[in-house]
């Protein structure tokens, strides 16, 4: 098997950097596919290609018709940073080990297709609706990718996986439909309450159960539909908001220790703004840091599920 060294250096050379260049015109939709190209497992063998790395646009950010479609390529390894996909189709590609750093997607649509460790740092992997579309991530591998400060905004989710990914992932405002998550998962914040768009709190069914969570947190949404870790120091609560101003209430009036105001002062900043009232929160205490502070809020949370 060719190293990621070997197969960068098929790119090198006269001949090599003139074809990069055809490349890098038809997969931006305006040129022909070149020719010459080999296939490896029945994809069109870009492995190691060195394509984009200052931003470059796919499609038209004003005609959503005018979408490009990557299908059946392999670009493993490969330097693909900062695009800007405009109603664009990618279909069973292969991104492993890819840099695709300052991934922008718009409207764009995503299937069968695998991104394991691939480093996908981006803050929009989904913005919202453009032009009617939303973006949608549909059975696509995230393992062990780098995600660390990624933002899935306002997309879908469907089919995904995830499996030890890095620090501060975040999921806000999507519709999230049969994802497994496994693994230890640092910092992942989901987050369906609705602040940046609107979104339906039973738009979230997902299996944790193989999963570590550590310092992280799922709110916003209905749970019912998920199954979380059995984790000894992961806290959940149903319909959420009341419980947690109750929560709250309960340590500024019944407990000034340290730490009851240190559980106060953390779940009055957490809680501020919630979600709707049908709505569920889980988070690991072990993520305060503190055995203290975790037992307060603990005992805080009881005491308000007991009264709701």
């Known amino acids: ?23 890098r ?13 080999a296939e490896v497992d029945g994809r069109v063998d870009l492995r190691g290609i060195a394509l984009t790395a200052t931003p470059a646009t796919v499609g038209d950010p004003q005609d959503p018709r005018a979408g490009v479609t990557w ?49 996908l740092r981006s803050r929009a992997l989904g913005g919202g609706e453009w032009n009617g579309l939303r973006t949608a991530w549909r059975r696509v591998a995230f393992d062990r990718a780098n995600l660390r400060e990624s933002v899935f905004l306002g997309c879908l989710l469907e089919d995904c996986t995830f499996e030890k990914t890095t620090k501060l992932l975040q999921i806000t405002d999507a519709e999230v439909r049969g994802c497994t998550f496994t693994g230890l998962l640092t910092s992942l914040l989901v987050s369906g309450q609705g602040h940046q768009l609107p979104v339906d709190p039973r738009a979230f069914s997902a299996d944790l159960s193989a999963a570590v969570l550590k310092d992280s947190k799922i709110e916003g949404y209905s749970l019912d539909a998920t199954r ?11 319909h959420y908001p009341p419980v947690m101003k109750v929560a709250a209430s309960y340590l500024q009036l019944s407990d000034d220790s340290p730490a009851g105001r ?21 988070f690991d205490l072990g993520g305060f840091g503190d055995d203290a502070i975790a037992a ?9 599920q007991d009264r709701a």
């Not at 979380?228 to 149903?238: E, I, M, S, T």
């Not at 240190?262 to 889980?282: E, I, N, T, Y």
């Open 262 to 282: 240190a559980a106060a002062a953390v779940l009055g900043q957490w809680f501020k703004a919630p979600g709707r009232d049908d709505s569920d929160v889980c």
């Open 25 to 37: 015109t038809w997969l931006l939709g305006q040129g022909p596919r070149p020719g010459g190209l």
């Open 228 to 238: 979380l870790p059995d984790q000894g120091d992961l806290l959940v609560v149903r």
């Open 71 to 119: 299908e059946g390529l392999d670009l493993s390894g490969a330097q693909v940073e900062e695009l800007r996909f405009f109603g664009g189709r990618i279909r069973g590609c292969r991104f492993d080990g890819a840099s695709l750093t300052g991934l922008r997607m718009f409207g764009s649509t995503v299937e069968d297709s695998s991104f394991v460790r691939a480093d």
């Open 296 to 304: 307060a809020v603990r005992r805080a949370v009881a005491y308000a």
């Open 1 to 23: 098997m060719a190293t990621a060294a070997e197969l960068k250096r098929r790119w090198d050379g006269l001949d090599a950097a003139r074809l990069v260049r055809e490349v």
